[in-house]
C-alpha cells in the first residue's frame, strides 16, 4: 500500500498550513501503508522534522510530475547535500555541523556568489513571492557533484505581518516564496531540494503562540528539517523506480484542487479528501474523490483499502431491498449503499 499525502503551501490549510502541524497525521497516516510519499510542507518544522520511517521526501515539483508519470523515485540509503548559503556564518555552519552529528549526514556548506532573494508576500489571501537571482544559483552549482540541495538564505518579509501572523494565525506568510523557489530551481536540477530561512525570527518576540506556529519561536535555525528530510530524499529517475502506477490513493486537504488531484484523477488514482483540514480556498467537492471529515478517518479509509474491504459493508447499512431500483448511492459518501446495484431475485 504507497499513499500520497500533500498539504498544499500558502493556502491557509487549518492541519499542515502552518509549522510542522502535518507531521503527526503524517505518522498516522504512515502506519497504515507501506510507503508514503510526501513534500517538504508537510513536515518541516525549523529545528523538528517527525515524518515517519517510510516516508518519501519529494519537492512539490516533483511529486507533480511523479504523480503525472514523468518521474520516477528510487529509494536509497543516504544522499550527499550540498547546502548553498547567501553567507557562511555561524548559523548555518553548526545546522549543518548539527545535522552531520545527529544524522550520519554527509553535506557541505557552499556560498553563492549571487545572493538567492526571497520576497514574500500576500495576494488575494494566498501566500506568494518574488524569486531573484535563482537562475544564476542553478548556474553555479549545476555541474557539482551532490544528491541533495538544501537551500538556507534569508527571506524578506515586514516585522509587522510576521508578528501578525505568529500573534493572530491565519495563513503562513512565507511558505508561498519558499515553494515557489524550490519548484524553480528543483525543476532546473531535477534533484531533491528543500528550503528553509534564516535570519527569520523577531527579535525580542516572547509571547505564546498557537500551538501549531510555537516551534517558530523556539528555534534560531530553521534548516535542520530539510537537511533531515534531504537526507533520505528519493533520486529522481526516468528510467525505472517506484512510479505513480504503485500509488494506491492520495490524501488530501478540502477546498483546494490542483496539478497532484489532477494527475490522479487522469491516472485512476483514488483521492481522499479531508473536511477538517480547510485551506482558504473554495473549491467545489468533486464527484470522483473519497470524502471523510478526519485523519483518523482518512486512516481507516486506506486501512479499508489495504483490505480490500469496502466501508459500506463495515457501516450500518441504511437500506436493504432485494428490489433493483433507479435511485444512484450518493458517490461523494463512499459509505452509502447502492440499492440499485442489487439484482431482483
Known amino acids: 500500500m504507497n499513499v500520497v499525502m500533500i498539504v ?8 499542515g498550513g502552518h509549522c510542522g502541524d502535518g507531521n503527526a497525521p503524517a505518522r498516522l497516516l504512515g502506519a497504515c501503508c507501506e510507503t508514503l510519499v510526501l513534500h517538504p510542507n508537510v513536515v518541516n518544522a525549523s529545528d523538528i522534522n ?3 520511517p517510510n ?11 511523479f504523480l503525472q508519470g514523468k518521474l520516477f523515485l528510487q529509494k536509497v540509503k543516504s544522499n550527499k547535500v550540498l547546502v548553498v548559503v547567501n553567507k557562511a556564518d555561524y548559523q548555518s555552519i553548526n545546522a549543518v555541523s548539527a545535522a552531520r552529528t545527529t544524522l550520519g549526514l554527509e553535506a557541505e556548506i557552499l556560498e553563492l556568489k549571487v545572493p538567492l532573494q526571497l520576497i514574500a508576500r500576500m495576494e488575494n489571501g494566498i501566500a506568494t513571492g518574488d524569486v531573484l537571482h535563482w537562475k544564476e544559483l542553478v548556474a553555479q552549482v549545476k555541474e557539482l557533484e551532490y544528491d541533495a540541495l538544501g537551500i538556507a538564505t534569508p527571506i524578506t518579509i515586514d516585522s509587522e505581518t510576521l508578528a501578525t501572523y505568529w500573534r493572530c494565525g491565519g495563513v503562513n ?4 516564496v519558499e515553494a515557489l523557489a524550490t519548484r524553480l530551481i528543483g525543476e532546473a536540477l531535477d ?24 516551534v517558530e519561536i523556539i528555534t534560531e535555525n530553521f ?69 471523510v471529515e478526519n485523519y483518523i478517518e482518512a486512516a481507516g479509509m486506506i486501512m479499508a483499502m489495504k483490505a480490500g474491504v469496502h ?29 440499485s446495484r442489487i439484482a431482483t431475485p
Do not use: W
Open 8 to 15: 498544499p503551501t500558502g493556502i491557509g490549510c487549518e492541519i
Open 50 to 52: 517527525e515524518m515517519p
Open 55 to 65: 516516508a518519501l521526501y519529494v519537492e512539490g515539483n516533483h511529486l507533480d510530475r
Open 173 to 176: 506568510p512565507v511558505g508561498g
Open 191 to 214: 534533484k531533491p531540494c528543500a528550503h528553509g530561512p534564516v535570519d527569520y525570527a523577531l527579535t525580542g518576540f516572547k509571547e505564546v503562540v498557537d500551538p501549531r506556529i510555537a
Open 223 to 291: 534548516i535542520h528539517c530539510l537537511l533531515k528530510g534531504l537526507h533520505k530524499a528519493p533520486r529522481l529517475s526516468r528510467e525505472g523506480g517506484m512510479s505513480c502506477r504503485d500509488i494506491d490513493c492520495m490524501v488530501s486537504p478540502y477546498g483546494c484542487f490542483g496539478a497532484p488531484h489532477q494527475a490522479c484523477l487522469d491516472a485512476n488514482i483514488p483521492v481522499i479528501v479531508v473536511r477538517e483540514n480547510k485551506s482558504c480556498l473554495n473549491h467545489p467537492e468533486h464527484l470522483k474523490f473519497i470524502y
Open 311 to 339: 466501508p459500506s459493508s463495515v457501516r450500518r447499512p441504511l437500506a436493504y431491498t432485494a428490489v433493483r431500483r433507479t435511485v444512484p448511492c450518493d458517490r461523494t459518501n463512499p459509505t452509502s449503499f447502492d440499492n
